[in-house]
């Protein structure tokens, strides 16, 4: 509905008022409303100044659709993007003095609709003032109001519309029902999607400002919009691709039809609490002697057989280190219960605590094992109470939830296997309440838990499927990645999937929901944590993993733009208060020196600004050429600028462990810790010679070498190689590595003592002064020749200089010990009486240490 043009103060009053009624808060209309307060006046003071107009902006409501994310996409900021939309608007409104634009969706069902047709309003409205002439133009609008409803449409001459519709009948003759737009598409592929000519889409994305050649890829955003342009009814495929929640899958009537499937069962807990040992329990092996320093560095998961039950259960074991709360997190993803291990001899711990807020945001329930109760010392009593009181956790028949809660708890001593029974069936309870289901005929996902590189096998992925099967020979896609399923095989259960005999490690033809698998096929090794679709074919396993590439180049281009424009603001922000304190403390100083007059203060004040900025800029200037001529040899006035290393492990969950607490330890070291790049595999001569071509070290984590000759390589190139199996030894190895480039500390120390005992003159040649020798014998330490000597007479120095010579009869030494005695010539001096006494120092340099704190954190000390 129209709002009527009217004058304030005598000049003409342009209101632009767009009606969106959509479920956007008044919060964010408030918002624009103050934000428009500011860009109006701007947008049409820019234009021209001499015309005087009181410009009136009214938001009632307002939604970001699909227009706007596509523009916000494509670069630009919101308040770009509207502040364009509106500039067009308020031009043509101020050429034709008062007017009124106004905008109505009549039902927030239209309001996507809506802002399409304020768009194409806008559009329409600047290409018909191009086309007449300005007078005329200018006439019109004044006579003339926009009121657009949804039936409203975009202006076009007869025979153009004609030709379009024309189009239109032939591509919809050739469709049935809507075009499901692809994720990414090229503009041929479009118009070959559209039935419309190529050339017409360009000139559509030229209008858009959207230039683009035949080759590049456009998002679904934007070919929506050029559909709408060109008239063609889109629709957005169906997200296969995401996994729904058991909420969801229960909420449909053919849910509970679905044969029953195992619970994935995750245990989690604080390092040495007996994980690795309860899982040995249940499953009767020893994996905990075989794990590396003793502590589980990745995540396992195994099939477990409850004989009481006569059920199984799918088991992911965690780490509990500190180091890997990211592999915790992504066991979350796919768990139904966790069991939480807690000692009873050491009760919550940070890593405890940390899977508890895990589990609670995951919205899974636990079941509570308060493991080593054989323990001398041990207070289940005590455990339970600082779960359930300072923890919050409702544990059953505590008197702190009126005996009301529903967290199940058991006791158990995983060393001695007792109370394992009733833990299983704690979790078969849990599992039964939950009613979980899973269908085998549907489309197979999953969950990458690890993926790494085998020896002979290539890649290979430890995942969990979700939903579905997952059979040999599947074209599977995962992540931006795709492969063929080449052989499906159970995981081994240990560290990294070894095999153990019976279920474990046996080759199969098909996994179902909840089967842990280890998936051989993919080129690439996976980002642990990606989820994994089957496909139908090659070719649309090909098209999944490149829309999806894109769409992860995209996502990426926008949080760089977005990154650098928040430091951008900030670093503005910084420096606008900066300048305000100094204009107000040059301010003070020249009124201060007698300058009352406050305008010719603020002259000085702009003089002496700019020139502070002249030498500030030079000197920016001249350090940025003098870092990017030393940027080559890595060094800057003589010191390191940063300790590169090569990252090489034996998964994807520790490669980005290990990068993490390097970064970690980069944040607490004087030299900053710079990873050149981290890969899962072994270390090959292409890594070696990198490190060598960089100055750089690599660092192995559970890894070897490709052969002999690598190693050869690296001592004859004089590449560092650390490696190890556990990774708090391997981060020790790099701390020491950094320690060793730092410059250290100089301290000045006293070598030794000694007393004249004699002296002696040699006479010099013709012409030249003698020369005084000092016999001296050495009372405590040490003399050096390259020492610096202290003489003192009746506890006065009278002299100190450097050692010229330092001999025992006709032979030069480095130094002479307690005990010996020698001669010496001090430089400058020859002032020297018997009983003298000599203090030789020395200059010593105090290495940087690596020093471990109780927390297992690393710092450097001097």
Known sequence: MGVPAHTKHGRPVTTLAFRVRGPQSSAVTAQLNRWLATVVPEAIDTESQDHAYHHEVRIEAWKVGPLLRMRLADGRGFEQTLREDLGVALRVARRGGASTFSFECPSSDDAERAEQFLHETLRSAASRQGEQSRSRQSEQLQQQRFNFSDSASRPAQPKKRAQQQEEQKKAAARRDGPVILPEAATLRELASLFGVPALRLRRVLDQLDMASDNSALLSMDVAELVAAEVGVETARPERRGELTTEEEREATSEYKDHPPRAPVVAVMGHVDHGKTTLLDALRSSSVAAAEAGGITQHVGA??????????????????????????????????????????????????????????????????????????????????????????????????????????????????????????????????????????????????????????????????????????????????????????????????????????????????????????????????????????????????????????????????????????????????????????????????????????????LIALKLEEEAGDETRARAAEAEARSRAFADGVIEGELECVPVIVKADVAGTNEALVDMLNTLSSRSPLPIKVLRAEVGVISDGDVREAAGQGAAVVGFNVGTSGKAVERLAEREGVLVLRSRVIYELIHQVGEHVAGLLPGRKKIVKAGDAEVAALFEVKGKRGEAGTKILGVRVADGKLLSAGHVRVLRDGEVVHEGAVTTLRRGDKAIKEAVKGSECGLVLQGFSDAQVGDTLECMEMSVIKTKVVQAQDGSLSFQQ
């Open 302 to 603: 195994f099939v477990v057989d409850l004989p009481e039950s006569g059920r199984s259960i799918t088991v992911l074991d965690t780490p509990g280190h500190a180091a890997f709360a990211a592999m915790r997190e992504r066991g979350a993803q796919v768990t139904d219960v966790a069991v939480v291990v807690v000692a009873a001899d050491d009760g919550v711990m940070p890593q405890t605590e940390e899977v508890l807020n895990t589990t609670y945001r995951a919205g899974i329930p636990i079941v509570v094992a308060i493991n080593k109760c054989d323990k001398p010392g041990a207070d289940p009593a005590a455990v339970r109470e600082e779960l359930a009181t300072r923890y919050n956790v409702a544990l059953e028949g505590h008197p702190a939830f009126g005996g009301g809660g529903d967290v199940q708890h058991v006791e158990i001593s995983a060393l001695k296997r007792t109370g394992l029974r009733e833990l299983e069936e704690a979790v078969m309870l849990q599992a039964e309440i939950m009613e979980l289901r899973g269908d085998p005929d549907e489309v197979g996902h999953g969950v990458v838990i690890e993926s790494r590189v085998k020896k002979g096998r290539g890649t290979v992925c430890t995942t969990v499927v979700t939903k579905g099967s997952l059979t040999k020979g599947d074209y599977v896609v995962i992540g931006s990645e795709y492969g063929r399923v080449k052989l499906l095989r159970r995981p081994g259960g240990g560290a990294m999937g070894e095999e153990r005999g019976g279920r474990q490690g046996a080759e199969i033809k098909r996994a179902g929901p909840s089967e842990p698998v280890e998936v051989y096929g993919l080129d690439a090794v996976p980002e642990a944590g990606e989820t994994l679709m089957v496909v139908g074919s090659e070719r649309r396993a090909r098209e999944v993993a490149r829309e999806r590439q894109f769409a992860s180049s995209q996502g990426a281009a926008r949080a760089m733009v977005s990154e650098a424009a928040r430091r951008s603001r900030a670093e503005n922000e910084e420096r606008e208060m900066l300048l305000r304190a100094r204009r107000r403390q040059m301010d003070a100083d020249f009124e201060a020196q007698g300058f009352y007059n406050p305008r010719y203060r603020a002259k």
